[in-house]
């Protein structure tokens, strides 16, 4: 597992652990980690699904609410992406989606999970900042993911002002199309001040991305 540490302006140190094993998301439960990457590659039958789908070009922007009753019933996912029901893959995309809800419930004791699944043809969140939620989990299924900055590499107070955003790419970090990433934001109990830094990729004309967000509800 890849662990990495700088150590912000406040002198707190800051890290993110990355791994190959669904384990390394456990990592978020830490004091002082704000991200934590599952480095995984996509099961072919699912990445062919995800990018067959954006081949269609159609519109997908999908939000459910769910109530998880405990660790052992499966979370209902039924409509999610019920248009695309008839391409190949899309039980397998289904499965994986509803194995992410169960995973994070049980990881932070989630009761209510928020999902929205999205196909995006443009960045919906241009500028880099942080969220205002105790975690979030964000995986792109297709295209391109998320990007994101190690602590020190902009000045926390000018998030959301263009010119303040570093010009380096050196500094932009990404995670991979399939890896699967917690977010911690600024509502996580002690974190406050320290919510990763991020932003969605810019799209070139005719890119397109499938991505998943989790939210902790309650």
Same mark, same amino acid.
């Given at each position: ?8 302006l +406040? ?11 669904p384990?390394s ?7 002082? *980690?704000?991200?934590a ?5 996509? !099961?072919? #039958?699912?990445? @062919? ?9 159609? !519109?997908?922007?999908? +939000?459910?609410? %769910?109530?998880? *009753?405990? @660790?052992?019933?499966?979370p ?5 992406a019920s248009?695309?029901?008839?391409? $190949?893959?899309? $039980? ?15 990881l ?21 900042? *942080? @969220? #205002?939620?105790? *975690? ?19 000045d ?11 010009? /380096? /790419? ?15 934001? $600024?509502?996580? #109990? ?13 799209? @070139?004309?005719?890119?397109?991305? %499938? ?8």
């Open positions: 597992m890849l662990t990495l540490t700088p150590v912000g +406040s002198g707190r140190t800051i890290r993110q652990q990355q791994g190959a094993t384990t998301l456990s990592g978020i439960l830490d004091d002082g *980690v704000n991200l990457v599952w480095n995984r590659q996509l !099961p072919l #039958h699912i990445a @062919d699904f995800a990018t067959l789908l954006l081949s269609l070009n159609e !519109p997908l922007a999908q +939000s459910l609410s %769910l109530e998880m *009753v405990d @660790d052992e019933t499966e209902n996912l039924h409509g999610l248009d695309f029901s008839d391409l $190949e893959g899309y $039980e397998g995309f289904i499965a994986d989606v509803s194995w992410l809800v169960s995973a994070f419930a049980c932070l004791g989630a009761r209510r999970i928020g999902v929205r699944l999205r196909v995006l043809d443009k960045a919906m969140c241009p500028r880099f900042h *942080v @969220d #205002h939620v105790p *975690v979030r989990l964000i995986t792109t299924y297709a295209g391109l993911g998320s990007e994101w900055l190690r602590e020190g590499a902009m926390r107070r000018q998030l959301g002002q263009a010119a303040a955003e570093p010009q /380096d /790419d050196r500094l932009i970090q990404k995670i991979g199309s399939g890896e699967v990433a917690l977010l911690k934001g $600024e509502k996580w #109990h002690g974190n406050e001040g320290f919510g990763l830094i991020h932003r969605s990729p810019h799209l @070139d004309p005719g890119e397109r991305r %499938l991505i998943l967000t989790l939210d902790w509800l309650s």
